[in-house]
């Protein structure tokens, strides 16, 4: 019975050596996903270098079964810059907004809509034009008679406040043709322009130079 024990003990004081050992001897521990066969033979290889592995769960229950929420469409989305262009011509509105992008959009087209809905006489037409209305999306609509390209609006970037209000004055810096009134609610250095206006040359075949420059030195005058 005293012999048991004892070899008991020895054989735990043993392993606890060994598992020292082990540990004074380990690299470090690579946290690798579990995939039956392959994990094994990972787990073989990195202990011949003295690392040690610890398995993870390739994909969870919870992963599999669990999805508490829907996907949201884009207009159920809020803090957002987006951008509307004309159907007409190359105009384009950018806007923010930190309410949901759908009902900033709905607000658009009910105003629109109350314009291009009605018939006018020349006179009425030109004095409407003379108007400012809430949105630079309406001028533009009542002084060219123009239709605005709904389902090509699509969402620019996202962010907080302070984050939408840069990104919606840098937009609008790079659009060439832009509908907006003022540039933005962030005063923009104008040392920027040169930078932006490479950037929106190189990355839209729409977007013409010559013209940006023209249209950036009248909006500064």
């Known amino acids: 019975m005293k012999h048991d ?28 996903p579990y995939v039956q066969g392959l994990s094994e033979t990972a787990e073989s290889i990195l202990r011949k270098y003295g690392i040690n592995t610890a398995m993870n769960p390739y994909r969870t229950l919870r992963q599999l079964l669990v999805h508490p929420k ?13 951008r509307i ?23 658009h087209r009910k105003e629109v809509d109350s ?3 009605r ?13 400012m209305n809430k949105s630079a999306i309406t001028d533009h609509v ?47 250095p104008t040392a920027y322009d040169r930078l932006l206006v490479t950037c929106s040359t190189s990355t839209s075949r729409d977007h013409k130079p010559n013209e940006a420059r023209r249209w950036r030195a009248k909006r500064r005058n």
Not at 70 to 82: A, P
Not at 85 to 100: A, F
Not at 177 to 185: F, S, V, W
């Open 115 to 117: 314009i291009s809905n």
């Open 142 to 188: 009542a002084k060219e008679n123009h239709v605005i390209n709904w389902s090509g609006a699509k969402i620019l970037e996202r962010g907080h406040r302070k984050t939408r209000q840069v990104k919606e004055s840098i937009w609008i810096r790079k659009e060439p043709t832009c509908m907006n009134r003022d540039g933005g609610a962030y005063s923009l």
């Open 70 to 82: 829907d996907q949201r469409t884009v207009e159920q989305n809020g803090e957002c810059v987006y």
């Open 5 to 32: 024990q004892c070899q008991k003990r020895k054989k735990t004081t043993i392993d606890i050596k060994k598992r020292n050992k082990s540990a004074q001897e380990s690299k470090g521990l690579a946290v690798i």
């Open 85 to 107: 262009p004309c159907h007409n011509c190359d105009c384009t509105y950018i806007g923010k907004t930190g309410r949901n992008y759908g009902k900033r959009q709905e607000e």
């Open 119 to 131: 018939t006018f006489t020349r006179s009425d037409r030109k004095s409407r034009a003379a108007e």
